[in-house]
């Protein structure tokens, strides 16, 4: 042992100074693991739920409300394979929405709030982290994924909505404008207009997709309940693919100067 000394760590004695070292490694680890997933989480969630959960008036549409848990649980439930059958630990879903929240917040802050002016009022992303906290407790208790999707999946898509209700219900409040009723929210997004809207935003603006609460938002929040069970489902699986090991056989051995018998050995 390096100067006589060595200290306990993973329940075996180490020398301080692979102690040391390991215990860096396992920093530089977290920090590449917890930026990865931030990145690769707020890119897929930006491609599929993003523009709902993008601007202040937007997330009283019944596509918010929908969509949102829905893409949100998928990278949750995938690390949760991960986390609870390679290493037993229950807060993958916690550690996927905190990354997820820190990519949103960086790029809220700098890109459209000090590079686009947008005030952070209109820019500020959905609360996930409560529906989160339940789908690791049911994991948790369970220890089953099937009966996680069936409770926590269920739950995490239904809290969802409560869960944001408090802070968005002051951007609900009527105001008049130059003759018209309209919402906080809404008139905050006149006064700071947004360029190259896509098509498709202008054609739900012309329908009739707001819920202003009441019985569509609980109608809308129980059908992306169920919705988000199946994608737990799908995406418990597809963690499952993707932290599965596969070797392929080495074509060129032949041209190194190996044999079968050479590799097996």
């Known amino acids: 042992m390096q100067g006589g000394t060595s200290v306990r760590l993973y329940g075996l004695e180490w020398p301080k100074e692979s102690a040391r070292i390991s215990r860096v490694f396992d920093l530089l680890l977290a920090a590449i693991l917890f930026l990865a997933v931030s990145g690769a989480f707020h890119l897929h969630?930006?491609?599929?739920?993003?523009?709902?959960?993008?601007?202040?008036?937007?997330?009283?549409?019944?596509?918010?409300?929908?969509?949102t848990p829905i893409m949100a649980i998928t990278f949750p439930a995938a690390l949760q394979y991960v986390f609870w059958t390679k290493f037993r630990l229950p807060i993958a879903a916690t550690f996927a929405v905190v990354c997820l929240l820190f990519g949103?917040?960086?790029?809220?802050?700098?890109?459209?709030?000090?590079?686009?002016?947008?005030?952070?009022?209109?820019?500020?992303?959905?609360?996930?982290?409560?529906?989160?906290?339940?789908?690791?407790?049911?994991?948790?208790?369970?220890?089953?994924?099937?009966?996680?999707a069936m409770s926590g999946a269920f739950a995490f898509a239904l809290l969802f909505y409560p869960t944001n209700w408090f802070w968005l219900a002051p951007y609900r409040l009527p105001v008049e404008v130059m003759g018209q009723l309209v919402s906080v929210g809404d008139y905050i997004s006149y006064a700071f207009t947004r360029t190259a809207l896509p098509e498709y935003i202008r054609l739900i603006e012309r329908g009739t997709l707001r819920t202003f609460g009441g019985h569509s938002a609980i109608i809308a929040s129980f059908f992306s309940a169920f919705v988000s069970i199946l994608m737990y489902l799908a995406w418990w699986h597809i963690g499952m693919l993707l932290a599965r090991v596969v070797t392929t056989p080495n074509t060129l051995k032949n041209f190194m100067g190996l044999t079968d018998k050479d590799e097996a050995s």
Do not use: C
Request: charged share 15%; hydrophobic share 55%.
């Open 45 to 67: 969630y930006m491609l599929t739920a993003g523009d709902w959960d993008m601007w202040i008036d937007w997330k009283d549409r019944q596509w918010w409300v929908t969509l």
């Open 104 to 148: 949103q917040w960086i790029n809220r802050y700098f890109g459209f709030h000090l590079w686009s002016y947008f005030p952070m009022s209109e820019v500020i992303p959905a609360l996930l982290i409560p529906g989160a906290l339940v789908l690791d407790v049911a994991l948790l208790l369970t220890g089953n994924f099937l009966f996680t």
